[in-house]
C-alpha cells in the first residue's frame, strides 16, 4: 500500500467513526449517549487516557491500538456535543491545532533543513507561546493548570522553573535538599510525637480539641510535602516523570505483595506483626522471582 492509498483509508476510516458518533446522538441514537455532556463525560475520557498509557506501559500492542480508540472515540464525542451546541466546529480545532504545529516548528515548516537541538525547540516553543500567540502570563507558574493532580502539577512546575534557570547544578545539590528535608521531616514527627505522648509505632492524626498537636501536625504535612517536591525535582532532572516512575512502582508493589498474601495463605501463616519477618521472606521470594 502506498502512502497516498494509506492516507485514503485513514480518512475514511475517521469518517466512519464520525458518522458512527454522530448516529449515537442522533434522535434515534443511543438514549446513554444523546444523555451525555461534556462534564458529565469527563471522567470517562480521563479514565480511558489512563487505560491508554497503562497499555502503552505494558507494551500490549494489541490493547494499545484498542485503548487509543477509546480515547479517539471519547474525543470525538465530546467535541462534536460542542458543534452541536454552536460553540465551534470540528474542522475548527483540526486546522487551528493544524496552525498552532506549524507556527511552533518553524525548524520544519518555515525554515526547512535548520539544525536545532531539541533543548532549543523546546525554548522556541515556549517564546512562541509568549510573544507571538500573547499567552505570556505574570509568572511562568501560571501556565500550570491548577486542576492537575497535585504529583503532575508538582513536575510541571518544576519544570517550568527550571526553564527560567532556577535548578540546581549537580546531583550532589539536589540530594543535599532532599536529605535536607527527611531531616525536616524527623524534626516535625518528633514533635508531634512529644505532644501526643504516642509509642514509636502509633500513627498520627488530627485531634480535636488540641490546637498545638494539629499545628504540629500540619507543619509535619507541609514538611513531607517539601520532601516529596524536592524528591520529584531530582527525578525531572534525571529525565524520570515522576507520575510513570510512581505508576510503576505502584504495579510492583501489587505484584509483590499479592505473592505474599497468595504464599501466607498456602502456608498457613497469619498476616500480624509477629510475622513481618515471615512475610519480608517472601516478599523477597517475589523480587528474586521477578530478576529470574
Not at 446513554?32 to 461534556?38: A, H, I, Y
Amino acid at each position: 500500500m502506498n502512502k497516498n492509498d494509506e492516507e485514503n483509508l485513514c480518512a475514511q476510516s475517521f469518517l466512519s467513526l464520525l458518522r458512527t458518533v454522530k448516529t449515537l446522538r442522533s434522535q434515534n441514537g443511543c438514549p446513554w449517549d444523546k444523555d451525555q455532556t461534556p462534564e458529565s463525560l469527563r471522567r470517562d475520557l480521563m479514565e480511558e487516557t489512563f487505560e491508554a498509557i497503562d497499555a502503552i506501559t505494558q507494551n500490549d500492542t494489541p490493547h494499545i491500538r484498542e485503548e487509543l480508540g477509546d480515547v479517539m472515540f471519547n474525543l470525538l464525542l465530546t467535541a462534536y456535543m460542542y458543534e452541536q451546541n454552536g460553540d465551534f466546529k470540528l474542522s475548527e480545532i483540526f486546522e487551528e491545532v493544524n496552525e498552532k504545529l506549524i507556527r511552533r516548528h518553524p525548524h520544519v515548516f518555515k525554515n526547512e533543513g535548520e539544525k536545532i537541538t531539541t533543548g532549543e525547540v523546546l525554548t522556541q516553543w515556549d517564546k512562541i507561546k509568549d510573544d507571538v500567540e500573547g499567552r505570556k502570563t505574570d509568572s511562568v507558574l501560571d501556565q500550570v493548570p491548577q486542576g492537575f493532580p497535585p504529583l503532575l502539577k508538582a513536575f510541571k512546575m518544576v519544570k517550568k522553573a527550571a526553564k527560567k534557570n532556577f535548578d540546581w547544578q549537580s546531583p550532589s545539590q539536589f540530594l543535599g535538599k532532599i536529605s535536607e528535608e527527611i531531616s525536616e521531616v524527623q524534626e516535625a514527627a518528633r514533635k508531634v510525637r512529644e505532644l501526643k505522648k504516642l509509642p514509636s509505632d502509633e500513627p498520627f492524626t488530627l485531634s480535636g480539641g488540641n490546637e498545638a498537636l494539629n499545628d504540629a501536625q500540619l507543619h509535619l504535612e507541609e514538611e513531607i510535602g517539601d520532601f516529596f517536591l524536592a524528591s520529584v525535582n531530582y527525578a525531572r532532572y534525571l529525565g524520570v516523570d515522576p507520575t510513570l516512575a510512581l505508576d510503576r512502582a505502584n504495579r510492583k508493589f501489587y505484584r509483590r505483595f499479592s505473592y505474599v498474601e497468595k504464599k501466607m495463605a498456602e502456608r498457613g501463616i497469619p498476616f500480624s506483626k509477629e510475622k513481618l519477618s515471615a512475610m519480608m521472606n517472601i516478599w523477597n521470594e517475589a523480587k528474586q522471582n521477578e530478576s529470574k
